[in-house]
């Protein structure tokens, strides 16, 4: 099961959306997306956005106006990590890695 927190600034609320089935679709997806070279920042993001939105049936607005903005790139992060099926310690090798580049 994978989660993502989404607050809503209309109602002041935060709901939590949940997937209880990952498909393996979604991950070929998420390795698409991580080969993938991006011109900018700006459209990877965007890319991981409209990714976690097809997965959890929400639109990426829902994502771009209910996630701060200093923790979505944790939040589209652990859904990468999530949808691969990495435990903590696979997750922890990758961030070291990705530090020493």
Known sequence: MIKIEIYDPKTKETK????EFVSTRHMLKALELQAKTFESEFEQVNAL???????FGITADEIIDGT????ISDVL??????VMGFDEKKRQAIREQAEKV
Do not use: G, L, M, T
Request: glycine residues 0%; aromatic residues 10%.
């Open 68 to 71: 701060p903005s200093n923790e």
């Open 16 to 19: 939590v959306h949940k997937v």
């Open 49 to 55: 956005i409209e990714y976690a939105a097809s997965i």
């Open 77 to 82: 992060e652990s859904i990468v990590f999530d």
